[in-house]
C-alpha cells in the first residue's frame, strides 16, 4: 500500500524530495507510460537510466540512494501516476 503518491510528466520533476532519514524506498508505476529515475541533483533522460513499467510490482531503492531527491520523466507527453512507501 503507498503512504505517498507521486506523478511525472514529459518536463522533469522532483516527485519524491530528498530525506535524510530515509533507508529505503519503494515505488511502484501504476499508470500511463514508462517512467525513468534520477537521483539527487541529476536530470531523467528518456531512453536511459533506470526505467519503472506501468504494471511493474514495485522498484525498491536502499541506501544512500534512498534518502536523495528522486525526479522522474514520462516517456511521451503524457502524464504517469505512481505511489510510494518508505521505511
Known sequence: MAVGTWT???TAS???AEDM???NLEIQHTSGEEV???FG???PVVGS???ISNGQPYYRVQ???AYKAIKMICDTAE???GGYAQA
Open 14 to 16: 522532483t516527485a519524491i
Open 49 to 51: 537510466g533506470i526505467r
Open 8 to 10: 511525472a510528466s514529459a
Open 79 to 81: 502524464t504517469a501516476g
Open 21 to 23: 532519514s530515509r533507508g
Open 63 to 65: 541506501g544512500t540512494h
Open 41 to 43: 541533483d541529476d536530470t
Open 36 to 38: 525513468y529515475l534520477a
